[in-house]
């Protein structure tokens, strides 16, 4: 596929340029034309236990993409001094500056035309924001309850900044007063029905829409971070999207505090989110 660069969204988008899938040729690795193109740069923002490593799977199965997992986890860690399963292990194989991972992944040189960065909201701490202004933001919610009855089994007690949607939503707003227009999607609304959602975002990214994305093989990838252990056992035992199944939940007079606190974060976003 040709790339042709192309502002997202519209004029109002503060001068995001992307590119956009032509059908005209095929993409080569490697090739002269490609070095000489800017790659459409993807952060995904989401909170803990939704399901946005299985988002990155399906994005991995393009033969376009590059992925990458949490590139700013060591440097949350390192900021924060939260203290997570894997923390050392993190902290010793991946690069703690995240201004550093800024210039040098994020915005650094592509192998492929399209870059996917699965993100945590609340990982984006003590940086520079400016780079939000070369990148296609993307938030990922989920239900705030939800979220806390499967972090906590990890996460004995959460706070509200653990869970990312606050900050989402902070950085839902901070980037429509700057003329974006990010996108949101719902994880429930996604495994409803994977396919149209995800046609729908890639219309949204000006990407073309590939089949592939829907299934994977079970197992790791070589992307997976180092904390996959921890965190990724029902997608390392899939081999696609799960079929939707609505669930209640049952939560601690503590963790239902959170929940209330998180609730009004969430239903804003969730009126703004791409449906099935």
């Known amino acids: 596929?040709?790339?042709?660069?192309?502002d997202f969204f519209g004029a109002g988008n503060s001068g995001i340029r992307g590119l956009v899938l032509s059908t005209a040729f095929p993409y080569v690795a490697g090739s002269p034309f490609f070095r000489n193109m800017e790659a459409t740069r993807i952060c995904i923002w989401s909170g803990p236990r939704n399901i946005s490593t299985a988002l990155m799977y399906a994005f991995a199965q393009r033969q376009d993409t590059e992925v990458f997992d949490e590139p700013l986890y060591a440097h949350y860690l390192r900021v924060s001094g939260a203290q997570h399963p894997g923390r050392d292990q993190v902290l010793q194989t991946q690069e703690q500056d995240g201004e550093k991972v800024?210039?040098?992944?994020?915005?650094?040189?592509?192998?492929?035309?399209?870059?996917?960065?699965?993100q945590m909201a609340h990982h984006l701490v003590e940086l520079d924001e400016s780079f939000l202004d070369r990148v296609v933001n993307v938030f990922l919610i989920r239900d705030p309850s939800l979220v806390l009855a499967s972090f906590s089994k990890v996460i004995p007690h959460p706070a509200l900044g653990d869970i990312g949607i606050a900050r989402q939503y902070e950085l839902y707003q901070q980037l429509k007063e700057q003329g974006q227009d990010p996108l949101v999607i719902d994880g429930p609304e996604l495994l409803k029905n994977p396919e149209a959602v995800l046609r729908s975002l890639c219309e949204k990214l000006r990407l073309a829409f590939e089949p592939a994305m829907l299934t994977w093989e079970a197992g790791p990838i070589p992307q997976d971070g180092v904390w996959a252990p921890y965190w990724y056992a029902n997608v390392h035992q899939s081999?696609?999207?799960?079929?939707?199944?609505?669930?209640?939940?049952?939560?601690?007079?503590?963790l239902q505090a959170v929940a209330q606190q998180a609730a009004p974060f969430y239903t804003s976003l969730f009126d703004a989110a791409l449906k099935a």
């Open 1 to 6: 596929m040709l790339l042709l660069e192309k």
């Open 102 to 118: 800024v210039r040098d992944q994020i915005l650094g040189p592509a192998t492929k035309p399209v870059l996917f960065f699965k």
């Open 239 to 254: 081999t696609g999207f799960q079929p939707y199944q609505p669930k209640t939940v049952a939560l601690r007079p503590d």
